[in-house]
C-alpha cells in the first residue's frame, strides 16, 4: 500500500511561483511511476506531468517550459516546481502513483493552488 500526501499549494501572484511536494510512504516508491495531475472547478482532471521510476519526464503542453517534475528516491518524494503561473493553472493539484508490477494506482488528497491574475 503506497500512501500520498501533497503539501505546498496556496494562492500566488499571476507571475510567480510555487513548489508543490508529494511524499510517500512504502518501501517500493523508486519503482513507481509519479506524477501530478490537476482539477479545476468544472472541469475534469488533466495529466500536467509525470516522471517514470528511471527519471523520465513527460509535460502538458500547456506547462511545458514552465513546470519542472522531479524525484527524490532517497527522500520518497516527488517535487512540482511551479513558474510563471497563469490564472488558468488555478486547480487541486493531485499526486498519483503506479505500480506496474500490479497495476495499481494511488492518489493523493490534493493541494489546492489558486492564481490570482
Known amino acids: 500500500q503506497v500512501q500520498l500526501v501533497e503539501s505546498g499549494g496556496g494562492l500566488v501572484q499571476a507571475g510567480g511561483s510555487l513548489r508543490l511536494s508529494c511524499a510517500a510512504s512504502?518501501?517500493?516508491?523508486?519503482?513507481?511511476?509519479m506524477g501530478w495531475y490537476r482539477q479545476a472547478s468544472g472541469k475534469q482532471r488533466e495529466l500536467v506531468a509525470t516522471i517514470t521510476r528511471g527519471g523520465r519526464t513527460k509535460y502538458a503542453d500547456s506547462v511545458e517550459g514552465r513546470f519542472t517534475i522531479s524525484r527524490d528516491n532517497a527522500r520518497k518524494a516527488v517535487y512540482l516546481q511551479m513558474s510563471s503561473l497563469k490564472p488558468e493553472d488555478t486547480a487541486v493539484y493531485y499526486c498519483?502513483?503506479?505500480?506496474?508490477?500490479?497495476?495499481?494506482?494511488?492518489w493523493g488528497q490534493g493541494t489546492q493552488v489558486t492564481v490570482s491574475s
Open positions: 512504502g518501501s517500493i516508491f523508486s519503482i513507481l511511476d
Open positions: 498519483n502513483a503506479k505500480f506496474s508490477v500490479t497495476n495499481s494506482e494511488y
